[in-house]
């Protein structure tokens, strides 16, 4: 069973970079027929899709966000990072990583609360 | 921007049956998978299905899904309703360039 563990600040400054790392534990990185995602939860609010990517290297990112988005994977570690650059109030939320296999279940992380505020 | 809408809110009496749209803004949601997420207060989201209507292990086979093309919608379907199936559904699928896209989720309400 895949878990997943995101890590990074919970306070950001506004304008600022937010970087996230999600480590797999449980299996590889490497898996084919996977993508691992980014989710994000504003407070109260819906699931906002934020990117994937897949071992190889290819992204796929959320067209409102691409120009701030960063995926990138780490497969010596079993890791795959987020990078949203220019944040602001407006990106406060809870972010998810998961993983999306093909023909297979999601496995999500906990969670992690990052708040933007001077 | 292809969207997946649902309704805000639901909800049914225990031992009911519920059903939540999922409704494709335009192309074809059959032409991608959907997966249907069950998000309680203060938790995870966890699977309660994936690939239209496939159950991860765990999750009862009180929870189904179905397509329907004719009026491009998923649909996410719980028998037997118990009180611990009271949580927030969201479903999702890709558009035609792979983007993700979330539903706008809906409360479930067993009362």
């Known amino acids: 069973q895949l878990q997943l563990q995101e890590s990074g600040p919970g306070l950001v400054k506004p304008s600022e970079t937010l970087s996230l790392t999600c480590t797999v534990s449980?299996?590889?990185?490497?898996?084919?027929?996977?993508?691992w995602g980014w989710i994000r939860q504003p407070p109260g609010k819906g699931l906002e899709w934020i990117g994937s990517i897949y071992y190889t290297g290819s992204t796929y990112y959320n067209p409102s966000l691409k120009s701030r988005v960063t995926i990138s994977i780490d497969t010596s570690k079993n890791q795959f990072s987020l990078n949203l650059s220019a944040m602001t109030a407006a990106d406060t939320a809870v972010f998810y990583c998961a993983s999306q296999p093909g023909g297979n279940s999601w496995s999500w992380g906990q969670g992690t609360l990052v708040t933007v505020s001077s | 921007n292809f969207m997946l809408t649902q309704p805000h809110s639901v909800s049914e009496s225990p031992g009911k049956t519920v059903t939540i749209s999922c409704t494709g803004s335009s192309g074809s949601i059959a032409s991608n998978y959907v997966q249907w997420f069950q998000q309680r207060p203060g938790s995870a989201p966890t699977t309660v299905l994936y690939d239209n209507n496939e159950r991860p292990s765990g999750v009862p086979d009180r929870f189904s899904g179905s397509i329907d093309s004719s009026s491009n919608s998923a649909s996410l379907t719980i028998s037997g309703l118990k009180t611990e199936d009271e949580a927030d559904y969201y479903c999702h699928s890709y558009d035609s360039n792979y983007h993700g896209v979330f539903g706008g989720g809906t409360k479930l309400t067993v009362l």
């Open positions: 449980g299996g590889s990185i490497s898996s084919s027929n996977y993508y």
